[in-house]
């Protein structure tokens, strides 16, 4: 079987992982987070968000963030960006790429962002634009790709919706999302192979949470299909407020792990992407959420 010989990692810690946090994470130590992520290897770096602090207070510090990152050449910094107003503040911290997302339920799309799918479609379409024309990459996120929490299976040809409203709009780069973790291999597959009805297959990434175990496999049978980019988050960091039970976002320690057991080349040093997950998770005061990262940090002790 011919898996790809790279793979490109999307570090979505810092944003997507911290997120949720409960308890307030100080601006610097997120600095510090993406200053580790980048000299571990990581090339891909989701940095903030631009939402509402009412609703997403944890990321109201996204200035202050984007301010004091120490930008490496070669490094690409993202932000999210859910309307106009989030687009307008975030390109005065100068990202290199921004993020929109999308729905494959319409019930969570209703619930997350409170629209249809169609008018989400329509809020990022003049954000897309905007961006493009200030040279300005736009990826989208298709979430809940596989299963909803509120909808239950959500059949591929949903997926396949979002992908073409997206690639209509703009959106140069897709990643399939199996948002609350239900996924398995076969149902990502049937979910990738939707989107790539509309784009190309270095245009197509995954993104995998581990509610119930199945992420590096749904990691493994992306490979399969041809996929060659990832989104994941240092020592498991994440989860997702509208999926009771969902666990966070698959560890880019577990996967760099698989990926370099496999021959496959990411650039990321894997002891020192351990040592900046075990830094963050030292600044909240948690145990490390990687499997990879555990195993590894208890042989250094012995």
């Not at 329509?122 to 954000?127: G, K, S, Y």
């Not at 024309?133 to 040809?157: D, L, N, T």
């Not at 407020?241 to 969902?246: D, E, F, L, N, S």
Request: glycine residues 10%; proline residues 4%; charged residues 20%.
């Amino acid at each position: 079987m011919n898996l790809p010989a790279h793979v490109s990692i999307v570090e979505v810690g810092p944003r997507d992982g911290l997120q949720n946090e409960k308890q307030a994470v100080a601006a610097a130590d997120k600095i510090a987070l993406v200053h580790a992520l980048q000299d571990a290897g990581l090339r891909e770096i989701e940095v903030t968000s631009y939402v509402s602090p009412k609703w997403v207070p944890q990321m109201a510090d996204n200035a202050e963030v984007m301010a004091g990152i120490t930008r490496q050449p070669g490094v690409r910094y993202s932000v999210l960006t859910p309307n106009q107003k989030g687009w307008e503040a975030a390109r005065l911290g100068q990202p290199d790429e921004i993020v929109v997302f999308g729905a494959a339920s319409e019930a969570f799309s209703q619930r997350n962002i409170n629209c249809s799918i169609a008018e989400s479609i329509e809020r990022f379409a003049p954000v897309v634009e905007s961006a493009l024309a200030e040279g300005v990459r736009v990826r989208g996120a298709i979430s809940c790709a596989v299963g909803c929490p509120y909808e239950g299976e959500i059949a591929p040809e949903r997926v396949e919706l979002v992908a073409r409203l997206m690639r209509q709009i703009g959106v140069q780069h897709v990643g399939v999302a199996d948002t609350i973790g239900v996924g398995t291999p076969r149902r990502v597959q049937a979910a990738l192979d939707a989107a790539l009805k509309h784009y190309p297959i270095d245009a197509v990434s995954g993104h995998f949470h581990d509610t119930y175990g199945m992420a590096l496999a749904n990691v493994y049978a992306s490979l399969e299909v041809g996929i060659a980019t990832f989104d994941t988050s240092v020592s498991g960091l994440g989860g997702c407020p509208y999926a009771k039970g969902a666990t966070g976002n698959v560890a880019t320690e577990d996967v760099v792990y698989l990926l370099h057991s496999l021959g496959i080349t990411t650039g990321i040093d894997l002891d020192r992407l351990i040592d900046a997950g075990q830094g963050i998770r030292a600044a909240l005061g948690q145990a490390n959420g990687s499997r990879v990262a555990r195993a590894m940090l208890a042989k250094r002790a012995a």
